[in-house]
């Protein structure tokens, strides 16, 4: 499910949300454990345009995204944040997030590996 948000007729933001594996397959290549049949969702590939950065939009979407999770019942959402990305932390931490672990996704010659290291859960507060 794409979530966007507009400026007019132009396109500001996007992400996405996944509550089945199939959905989260077409657009999430990494391999950490999401329990759907548990109730949980995949969330993530936000994309701001760069013309409307720093205007709040990732936080709106998440927000939008989080709501309508609520409102389907599921009570986990889960997803990967790149370390470098401190914007996207920035915005998510304002969620109060449990970390659960550090990932680490390898490409070579079209092949995809997948690690994780599971921290003792904390929350971001």
Not at 49 to 76: A, T
Request: positive net charge; aromatic residues 14%; contains cysteine.
């Amino acid at each position: 499910i794409a979530f966007c948000v507009y400026s007019g007729w132009r396109l500001a933001h996007v992400a996405w949300v996944a509550t089945t594996r199939k959905g989260r397959r077409a657009i999430d290549p990494l391999g950490y454990k999401i329990d759907f049949a548990a109730g949980e969702a995949w969330t993530g590939a936000a994309y701001t345009m760069p013309f409307f950065r720093r205007r709040g939009l990732l936080g709106h979407g998440c927000l939008r995204r989080f709501e309508y999770l609520m409102d389907q019942g599921v009570k986990v959402s889960r997803a990967a944040i790149d370390v470098d990305n401190v914007s996207s932390h920035r915005v998510t931490m304002q969620f109060n997030p449990d970390v659960i672990g550090i990932g680490r996704q390898v490409k070579f010659l079209g092949h995809r590996w997948w690690s994780q290291s599971i921290t003792k859960p904390y929350s971001a507060q």
